[in-house]
């Protein structure tokens, strides 16, 4: 090789599958990074109004509190998927948008009081333990990856101006 030669490495195109695999692999991480803080809001939310103090004000209504906390968590995963995981794609701020990504919610939101009901009233099983496994790890894994593609395909579609 003369020294002339250039020993760059130059990254993949984004339209190569290595590209787009690094690119799914970037998505993703950022997506796992903000719904660890969702993660976060969510269990804590659901805990204080269900457990707080042995059994706390919704310790009988376990499933309003799910919703309670899916909906605080929701709000802000949103500012993260949209400011960072998805910055790269169009996110509109209309009706529309808005409307949309609630719909999506509602389902995942489903998903989520799914696996929490099933524990509670079908499996007969209400300590914190159980309500953390299966509302919180079990039912926000399974609404996550349906978040994950929903997003994606129906909020934050086609790159942004800038990005093109």
Avoid at 42 to 71: Q, R
Avoid at 78 to 99: C, M, P, Q, V
Avoid at 144 to 150: K, N, Q, S, T, V
């Amino acid at each position: 090789m003369s020294t002339s030669e250039s020993t760059a490495v130059t990254e993949p195109s984004p339209d190569s599958l290595t590209g787009k695999a690094l690119g799914l692999l970037r998505k993703g991480g950022a997506f796992l990074a903000v719904g660890a803080i969702g993660f976060l809001v969510d269990a804590g939310t659901y805990n204080l109004l269900v457990f707080w103090g042995g059994e706390g004000p919704m310790f009988h209504a376990p499933l309003v509190a799910k919703i309670i906390a899916i909906s605080v968590a929701t709000v802000v995963t949103y500012f993260g998927n949209k400011w960072w995981t998805y910055s790269d794609h169009e996110g509109g701020a209309g009706a529309r948008h808005i409307l949309i990504y609630a719909l999506l919610n509602v389902v995942a939101i489903g998903l989520q009081l799914g696996c929490l009901g099933f524990s509670r009233y079908v499996l007969g099983l209400d300590s914190p333990l159980a309500d953390n496994i299966s509302g919180t790890l079990i039912g926000q894994a399974v609404a996550m990856g349906f978040r994950f593609w929903a997003y994606g395909k129906f909020v934050f579609t086609g790159p942004r101006d800038d990005a093109r």
